[in-house]
Each structure stands twice: as structure tokens, then as C-alpha cells.
């Protein structure tokens, strides 16, 4: 496993923009997870990459239920600072759901040499679970890191996960948590071939 890191919508205006509500705490509560997640790929060289919501005012996503939120080249737009960046990270600007829609994130893995992408960040339902799928789509492994993403609720998350636990994929798409993941990455012969 050569894996890299992306850390989906974890936004300024997605987990301050409405303090205490479903998403905001469910995003806050995953920051020691998603920072020890952090640490590790940045220790071990490790690419990691912030999927970022940027949109323009007057998107189509707006004409639904969804605010205006993260407008390209505003502060909501960029990470939060409890999470753990080094200066090496990519920012990635993304106007859709998945960090590989219509951008060029397969191209820059594959210059960083990972053939697996685990997935943080929120929400597990949406941007997340878009971007697992997409890596899938592009030939990389992919990793929904379980205690490192959340829902608006967590009824929502469990049984996103739930259906990606085992099936028809596994182990091209896997759920893991990061203590899992990094005893994977730790075994003495090295990282290799998912366990089950």
C-alpha cells in the first residue's frame, strides 16, 4: 500500500459557519482522529491532499436545499486550523462533490506514486463516499477511514459504512479506522497487501 491522505470539505464555513449544529459537531468531533491521521502520513512521507469546497455564487448545488457556503477565494473556503497541515500539503479546489471531479487529483497521486487514497473529512454520505468511489473509478485502492469522517447524523454515517463494510469491491474499497490503518502500515513486512 502506497497510500495518500484526503481530507474532504473540513471548512471553515461548513464546521464554523453554523456552530453547534448536527454537521459542526459531528465535524469537530473527528479532528483528534482525522490530526492523528495527519501526523502519521506526514512522519512517513505520506501525500496529503485538503478537498476543498470552492464554489461560485449562483451554483447550481445552491438551487436546492444547500446555502451558499465556501465561495471561491473566501476564508469559509479554506480548512479549518485545528486540523494538523504541514507546509507540503496540497489544497485542493473542487466545485463538486468528489476531489476527482473534473480536476486533475488522479494525475498529482499519480505523481506522488499512491495507489490508495484514504478518505476523511465530511460528510461520510456525500463528498466523502464520492470521492472513495472515484478513486475506485481511477484505479486507486480506497480507504473510507471510519473514525475520521462523520455525518450530519450518525445514523447517517453507520450505514454508509455499513454497506461498504464487505462487498462486491472489498478490498479495492475498505472501511478502517486509523489505528488499523497505521497498524497495516507498521507490520514488519512492510506495507502490502490489505488485510481482510
Known sequence: MKPAVVVVDMLVDNIHGEPGSPMSRAALAVVPAINRLLDA??????PVCFACDSFLPGDFLFGGRMKPHALRGT??????????????????RKRRFSAFFKTDFDQTLRTRGADTVLVAGIATNFCVLATAFDAVCHDFRAVLVEDA??????????????????NILHPLLRVRTVDELLAEADEPSGPGTPRE
Open 75 to 92: 476564508p469559509g473556503a479554506d480548512p479549518i486550523p485545528e486540523l494538523h497541515r504541514d507546509p507540503g500539503d496540497e489544497v485542493l
Open 41 to 46: 502520513a506526514h512522519a512517513r512521507g505520506w
Open 149 to 166: 469522517c462523520a455525518a450530519a447524523k450518525p445514523e447517517w454515517h453507520e450505514a454508509t459504512l455499513s454497506c461498504y463494510r464487505r
